[in-house]
């Protein structure tokens, strides 16, 4: 079957790094979504992993290791604004994503 | 550029009473289109998704259906909800012609049913 697990919650401080990982499982692959969600908002796009390696976008940087099934997504500098659930999604063989339950990120000042 | 457009953004129903959600999008032509829904603390759910005008694929059995009378029209119907049905309910397009899987989502509609 498919699946996509990562952690429920996650807790940092305001200013630190944190790490949200995420292990795939799908009928092919084509690539892995991050995307962030604030509370009552819909999701919006982050980052797209389709080879593996890092890949750096300002605050934030999305990993990718096809041959692990692993993925994480890495924010550095953590504002409080940054407090918000985080979805990772896999795209199977027929190009539709499978979507993890999302990790809640909770900031403390 | 492409917008997406979904209404309305809140509503109140009574259980066994009927549901129209419609979602718009402007700016591509022959978008792939979404309808997820998402309980609380919980996942995206995939409910119907439309490759063109007429074509619908249901995901998950349930009392729900959707529509697609125009090439950028999207629409989630009931003709009796349930207490289950409560979520937010979220419309999203991909490129039907890039096919490179990135969703692109509306406001969302949070439907609470009492």
């Known amino acids: 079957g498919q699946n996509i697990d990562q952690p429920t919650e996650m807790t940092a401080t305001e200013g630190a790094i944190v790490q949200i990982n995420c292990t795939y499982q799908t009928s092919g692959f084509n690539g892995l979504f991050w995307y962030q969600q604030h509370a009552g908002e819909a999701p919006t796009f982050l980052s797209y992993n389709v080879l593996d390696g890092l890949e750096e976008k300002g605050r934030f940087s999305s990993f990718l290791s096809r041959s692990k099934g692993y993925s994480y997504l890495l924010l550095k500098e953590l504002q409080m604004k940054d407090s918000a659930s985080y979805l990772c999604a896999g795209i199977d063989s027929n190009y539709q994503l499978i979507w993890g339950a999302g990790t809640k990120l909770i900031i403390k000042p | 550029s492409q917008t997406i457009h979904q209404w309305p953004a809140t509503l109140v129903q009574p259980v066994g009473s009927p549901l129209s959600l419609e979602c718009t999008v402007e700016?591509?032509?022959?978008?792939?289109l979404y309808w997820y829904r998402q309980a609380a603390g919980r996942g995206l759910q995939l409910l119907f998704y439309?490759?063109?005008?007429?074509?619908i694929s249901s995901e998950v059995p349930q009392n729900l259906s959707a529509s697609r009378p125009q090439d950028r029209q999207f629409i989630l119907s009931s003709k009796k909800l349930l207490l289950s049905d409560s979520g937010f309910y979220l419309c999203a397009w991909s490129d039907g012609t890039r096919n490179t899987g990135e969703l692109f989502f509306g406001e969302g509609s949070r439907l609470t049913v009492l």
């Open positions: 439309s490759v063109g005008i007429g074509q």
């Open positions: 700016g591509t032509s022959n978008p792939n």
